[in-house]
């Protein structure tokens, strides 16, 4: 037999041992003493215990800190905080209040379109309407159009009025003492040219109806030669009507200003915010940063947890491993 047969002969035979060796084998390891049992680590009690503290730590941290941060936001708010207007600018505003209106007036004796537009803030929107109303109608003048809505917080009234160009300027003042006077804006536009210009126009017109007249008056002239006359009479004095309403319509509009107010009611007074304390705004912080570490936190949960669970995994391998391994040794 050669001693590869060989070798696999003896691998394939089991021989059984004698009750005197295991009788030994297991004095032998009855004999040696047991090892004692290894320290485990006691996670539990060490989670009850690191949790709560992790917890305290973090909230005394975050209102340290929120404390800290409002002290510092209190003192950078005071070094900024804006210093108090001028004596000046409140002797202005008062002096504004009861100003009247100023506004150019117009050329006399020349043909002028006068436009003023006055904003005022009022005190009562209905009353300063009413008056204005009144003011317009004592100097002659009219109203062209009113355009009036008013609510609960604010209110305003548009007002377009004519008024004579030589009472304009008092009308000006009297409206002005309604209120304050937020804006003012006044335009003058000559047409005084435009006014000589057509009253040249009438004056020909006229000169060629006297000399058309003065034509017709001769008994020699012939019947077609008078008719072509008549004819150029008629058209002339058709031009002359024309021209006449034409030039009276802009008389008449340049004789009576217009005056736009704008009445506002003044907003209500706005009560200042309340600024919180140093508590409160110490609390406010420490919440901010206890929600920043909340999303800290939830975010190394959400990256880690993957990462603890194959790590529990391997460790519950390597165990199951351990423990097979250590009964396959005892079974032989």
Request: proline share 5%; charged share 25%; net charge positive.
């Amino acid at each position: 037999m050669s001693q590869p047969e060989l070798l696999e002969q003896i691998r394939a035979t089991r021989l059984p041992a004698s009750p005197e060796l295991r009788g030994r084998v297991l004095a032998l390891a009855s004999a040696v003493p047991a090892a004692p049992p290894r320290r485990r680590w006691p996670a539990r009690r060490t989670a009850l215990v690191l949790v709560p503290a992790a917890v305290v730590i973090a909230v005394v941290g975050a209102l340290v800190a929120g404390l800290a941060d409002s002290g510092r936001k209190r003192s950078v708010e005071s070094a900024q905080a804006p210093r108090p207007l001028a004596r000046d600018a409140a002797t202005t505003q008062e002096k504004t209040h009861g100003a009247a209106a100023e506004s150019v007036p117009a050329s006399a004796g020349r043909a002028q379109r006068y436009e003023s537009e006055l904003t005022l803030k009022v005190a009562s929107l209905s009353s300063a309407t009413k008056r204005a109303l009144q003011l317009t109608r004592s100097y002659r003048g009219y109203v062209r159009s009113v355009d009036y809505g008013s609510g609960t917080a604010r209110g305003s009234a548009d007002l377009v009025v004519r008024v004579p160009v030589g009472r304009v300027q008092a009308a000006l003042v009297s409206f002005s003492a309604l209120g304050e006077i937020v804006a003012q804006h006044t335009s003058i536009e000559d047409v005084q040219p435009a006014v000589d210009r057509r009253f040249r126009q009438l004056q020909a017109i006229r000169d060629r109806i006297a000399k058309l007249q003065a034509q017709l008056e001769d008994p020699a002239l012939a019947s077609d030669a008078r008719r072509t006359l008549e004819n150029r009479l008629v058209a002339e004095r058709r031009r002359l009507v024309v021209l006449r309403r034409v030039q009276a319509a802009l008389l008449r509009q340049v004789s009576l200003a217009t005056v736009s107010l704008s009445l506002r009611s003044a907003a209500p007074a706005v009560a200042a915010p309340r600024r919180p304390g140093r508590i409160e705004r110490a609390l406010d912080r420490s919440g901010s940063i206890l929600v920043g570490e909340l999303q800290v936190a939830v975010y190394v949960l959400i990256v880690g947890a993957p990462l603890l669970v194959l790590l529990a995994l391997v460790l519950a391998a390597a165990r199951t491993w351990r423990r097979s391994a250590e009964a396959r040794l005892l079974s032989r």
